[in-house]
């Protein structure tokens, strides 16, 4: 390893070093830095700081750590915007489109360590391995998205998905949380393991794990390409695909899905929602473009068929459901249809440049789907009485908080695809790219399936401002502090994107420039 390496690590290294330092607040400064922030808190009433007051100024402590590895390890990130470099024996990559996945991912993780130090507090949880292991799971991302080695990407997606497991299971205490994280932890191992056995495959055929010698021994016109067996590869392919379908929740490897997001802290499906998936994502496109170029043709048929299934089962399954956590669980499997609608066409118009649209996508739903997630994580934090996700608890909330059901509405309404939103952005872009790769029939499809899912998206905003309430209820507090930054900065990039996207298209055109170059 040259010392020039570690140049194209160093925003992984930064979250590294705030997630050591989150580990060992807990352990060794509870006692005299946490009783310092409860002292200065409590000085104006001249009372001995209590228990509480400790734990409070120990996780505003952890919480700033956190926050400033985020957005240090992107500020990092937009610093090396520009470069190209190849590290570690060229496994690992420095471009403009892991740096625009790697700011996406801080940006993200820190709208979700904002929502989530009132949701812990309700549930008295102030463990500072929630913040690193959001941390690790973030490193995980990052060197996925960077990764152009197979043994790489295996190492980053199981990172990744580890952290992920325990996080879905941090309420330990409760049977939900522990069902969600096991199916989790089951279905996240098959996936790793057909993963896994598809590189190996890989690997067989062409005795290589970088992405370019891979691709280059695949080829249909290279040396010996005919005794290699276009059925092996084919098997190989499929393999790797059928692995990383399981991380976004594609049909028919969704099952996971809503058990997961519903027994998990809602901070931490918000952030299963867009985190892990857009890292997925990130490496589909990075591995069947690099790796298997050659194989275009065929696997864009494996991603309309992938396509297909996952926009109509998870649009379908939303119709009938009653808890609005499910709900959005199943709206993320329509969503990851749209997304895979922009593989296919990348594949079946074998135009690498039309996964351009994947990219605006994957930005506009990170803020519409954190913020709506945001909004339930406020209201199971504020209400007077137990919020159980279901439509009956939103009935009323438009003059309970007005505030509240005007913010959620908006981020329903752009998941919709309402013109002047982000969503209708990024449904633009994809439809319009399966168009240009001359799979009208399948825009078609997703258009009249985005028109199924205003019945439940609609149906929220009904029950939230046309309904009243079964029993009286308040809201205990107004969104603010942490948890009013995150939906401001959601509800303000939802309106931006939406009104003008000329520069997030920028953006995606420079970093996706970077990655077929």
């Not at 896994?196 to 021994?217: F, W």
């Not at 005794?227 to 695909?241: D, E, H, K, N, R």
């Amino acid at each position: 390893m040259r010392a020039s390496d570690l140049i194209a690590v160093v925003p992984e290294l930064v979250l590294l070093a705030a997630a050591c330092v989150v580990l060992l607040l807990e352990a060794f400064v509870r006692k005299t830095w946490g009783l310092a922030l409860a002292e200065r808190n409590e000085q104006r009433q001249h009372a001995r700081p209590s228990g509480s007051a400790v734990q409070g100024g120990l996780s505003t402590a952890m919480l700033a750590v956190t926050l400033t590895g985020l957005l240090g390890a992107a500020a990092v990130s937009v610093g090396l915007w520009g470069q190209s470099r190849s590290s570690f024996a060229d496994m690992l990559v420095l471009d403009g489109w892991a740096i625009f996945f790697r700011v996406l991912f801080s940006v993200a993780a820190s709208l979700v360590v904002l929502t989530s130090p009132s949701y812990l507090e309700v549930h008295r949880r102030h463990l500072g391995e929630y913040y690193a292991l959001l941390l690790f799971a973030v490193i995980g991302m990052n060197l996925m998205v960077a990764a152009r080695d197979f043994i790489l990407l295996y190492v980053s997606v199981e990172l990744m998905a580890i952290s992920s497991y325990l996080l879905a299971a941090f309420f330990r205490y409760r049977l939900r949380s522990n069902e969600a994280s096991l199916k989790y932890l089951v279905t996240g191992s098959l996936a790793s393991g057909i993963l896994l056995y598809g590189i190996s495959l890989v690997y067989g055929l062409t005795a290589r794990t970088g992405y370019k010698l891979v691709g280059t021994a695949l080829m249909p016109d290279a040396p010996g390409a005919g005794t290699q067996g276009s059925t092996g590869v084919l098997f190989a392919l499929a393999l790797v695909g059928i692995g990383l379908a399981f991380k976004v929740s594609a049909v028919p490897f969704h099952m996971w899905t809503p058990d997961v997001y519903q027994g998990a802290p809602t901070p931490i499906a918000a952030f299963f929602s867009v985190g892990p998936k857009a890292a997925a994502f990130s490496a589909l496109v990075v591995v069947f473009v690099t790796a298997f170029g050659g194989q275009s043709g065929e696997w864009g048929v494996f991603f309309v068929v992938l396509s297909i299934l996952t926009m109509l089962a998870g649009n379908l399954y939303a119709l009938v459901q009653t808890n609005v956590k499910r709900m959005l669980a199943y709206s993320s499997i329509a969503h990851a249809g749209y997304l895979l609608m922009g593989m296919a066409a990348m594949g079946m118009g074998k135009d690498a440049a039309l996964g351009q649209a994947i990219l605006v996508y994957l930005a506009a739903y990170t803020f519409m789907n954190l913020g709506a997630f945001g909004i339930l994580a406020y209201l199971k934090t504020s209400f007077t009485k137990p919020f159980d996700y279901s439509l009956r608890s939103l009935a009323g909330l438009g003059r309970r908080s007005p505030w509240a059901a005007v913010l959620l509405s908006l981020f329903l309404i752009s998941l919709l695809g309402i013109p002047g939103t982000a969503g209708f952005i990024a449904k633009f872009y994809v439809f319009g790219a399966a168009v240009w790769a001359d799979l009208w029939w399948l825009a078609v499809i997703a258009v009249v399936l985005s028109a199924v899912s205003a019945y439940y998206y609609l149906r929220v905003i009904i029950y939230m401002f046309f309904r009243e309430p079964e029993e009286d209820y308040v809201l205990a507090q107004p969104i603010s502090g942490g948890m009013a930054a995150a939906l401001s900065v959601s509800a303000l990039a939802t309106l931006v994107i939406g009104l003008a996207p000329s520069w997030l298209w920028k953006a995606v055109t420079s970093a996706f420039a970077s990655l077929v170059s």
